[in-house]
């Protein structure tokens, strides 16, 4: 029997049950009395309160190039409550190492899990009285399990706004599996083009996994093409990078033949060479707030929603600029500035500008 079920039953949220359990205030006389009655029906019985004071930060793998930031925003608001943080890995569903039992076994005051928890863990938990937080998820969860992530459908009509507000018309999509995030986005790519009256080209959308190499290889399949794209926005900015390199091996320049947008805004990409124009996941933010979302639950508090998104926005750097042909269009009419060296811009100056 697990809190959970009893919340069901009694039509009510799980910090409702909890208040009841812990006999704190906040809820009706009828309320109070109808849970009461399925615990004492069910014969539930509270785990003992002998947590550990530590937050348990969940990952299926830590090779991502955020957990750094993730772990960042969740130190910031552990050192505010004087909470330790224990970084764990999992793995992923089908291979070994520490499962849930173990996570269970420390009792941390909650858990923050990046990925996806399974409906058997989320139980697991419940029934001890552990609260927890998904992070980021991969997969569809029920109304009643509390997550934090981003605004991904904005986040991808952004980066694709910006493109076709540069000129760019044939602009390719490489997305990845169909987990809600990735379809979110490419919703936001497919909402972009349809607003500016452009066809969503079927031909141009490549679905991969979200690594280097997977964007690397459905990048060279499209820019191999005669009508290949002149622009490229993609699911992360792993796969941002694999489209460089496979436009470096083709002959590529970026962004004068081809304009990449990438997203989540890692580090590493405001580092390369020209750096990556990106839609910035605010990570460190998400996870401040996945943590204090998931100590809240934890002290039985009724939290305003279970559910936050946290706004993306662009971050523009070098790698976008209009297609070839927009800038000699520009460049006949005189209305762009950069697009031939020494003609006269707006208000009769010259200016010289170069695109890698």
């Not at 039509?11 to 359990?21: A, D, E, N």
């Not at 910031?76 to 224990?86: E, H, K, M, P, S």
């Not at 995030?181 to 080209?201: D, Q, T, V």
Request: charged residues 25%; aromatic residues 6%; contains cysteine.
């Amino acid at each position: 029997m697990t809190i959970a079920y009893i919340a069901e039953s009694a039509g009510v949220s799980v910090p409702t049950v909890s208040k009841v359990l812990n006999g704190r205030s906040g809820v009706s006389d009828k309320t109070r009395a109808r849970v009461e009655q399925l615990i004492h029906q069910h014969g539930y019985r509270k785990p003992p309160k002998n947590r550990s004071n530590l937050v348990e930060l969940v990952f299926r793998e830590l090779e991502s190039m955020w957990a750094v930031e993730i772990i960042r925003g969740v130190e910031r608001v552990a050192r505010r409550n004087r909470i330790g943080v224990l970084v764990s890995e999992f793995g992923l569903h089908d291979t070994s190492g520490m499962t849930i039992d173990d996570t269970v076994g420390r009792r941390p005051q909650c858990v923050l899990s990046v990925a996806q928890l399974s409906e058997a863990e989320r139980e697991q938990l419940t029934a001890k009285g552990i609260p927890f937080v998904v992070f980021d998820p991969i997969d569809e969860l029920p109304d009643h399990v509390p997550f934090v992530g981003a605004t991904n459908w904005r986040g991808g009509q952004a980066a694709t706004r910006h493109l076709v507000g540069l000129g760019h018309r044939r602009i390719a999509m490489i997305s990845g599996p169909d987990h809600p995030f990735c379809l979110a986005r490419l919703s936001g790519y497919s909402s972009a083009l349809a607003e500016a009256g452009l066809p969503m080209e079927p031909d141009l959308i490549v679905k991969t996994q979200l690594t280097r190499e997977h964007g690397y290889a459905a990048a060279r399949e499209l820019l191999s093409r005669p009508d290949r794209p002149t622009a490229a926005f993609t699911a992360n900015d792993m796969q941002a990078l694999g489209v460089y390199r496979a436009a470096r091996e083709l002959g590529l320049r970026i962004p004068h033949d081809l304009s990449v947008v990438g997203f989540d805004d890692v580090p590493a990409v405001a580092w390369m060479d020209p750096p990556v124009s990106t839609v910035r996941q605010p990570l460190a933010e998400m996870a401040t707030a996945a943590t204090g979302l998931a100590l809240a639950l934890g002290r039985g508090e009724e939290v305003p929603q279970v559910g936050l998104e946290i706004a993306t926005t662009l971050t523009v750097r070098e790698s976008t600029a209009p297609p070839k042909e927009e800038r000699r269009d520009r460049a006949r009419k005189g209305r762009c500035p950069g697009c031939r060296a020494g003609q006269p811009g707006r208000g009769g100056r010259s200016f010289r500008m170069s695109y890698r």
